[in-house]
Nanobody, 129 residues
């Protein structure tokens, strides 16, 4: 069975921090890559960050560079998103995604919604005073 389970969302003040976690159970295989996307009301789902399992290459949206850090735990097939210096505009539903296709693509590939095969249920992140 395939499971993508995320957690860690919540309410945080501007300038604060949160860490999101997403565990992917993809039968007996590790994911080729995992990523994070977010979607605010009335807006399209946008890329946040991604990490390739082989080599650990990371990719970030310009809006979160220097503030967010994506990491992984290979043994647990889990990815994390450490979010620091949160801003009001970071408020959104955050979705984790897993790619089962072995393809050593770059930023253009991993920033696309259609590149991923499995998605979590989404977790709300609200940045407010």
């Amino acid at each position: 069975q395939v499971q993508v389970v995320e957690s860690g969302g919540g309410l945080v003040q501007p300038g604060g921090s949160l860490r999101l976690s997403c565990a992917a159970s993809l039968r007996t295989f590790s994911p080729a890559a995992m990523g994070w996307f977010r979607q605010a009301p009335g807006k399209e789902r946008e890329f946040v960050a991604a990490i390739r399992w082989s080599g650990g290459n990371t990719y970030y949206a310009d809006s979160v560079k220097g503030r967010f850090t994506i990491s992984k735990d290979n043994a647990k097939n889990t990815e994390y998103l450490q979010m620091n210096s949160l801003k009001l505009e970071d408020t959104a539903v955050y979705y984790c995604a897993a790619d089962r296709t072995i393809y050593l693509g770059g930023a253009d590939y991993y920033s696309r919604v259609e590149s991923y095969d499995y998605w979590g249920q989404g977790t709300q992140v609200t940045v407010s005073s």
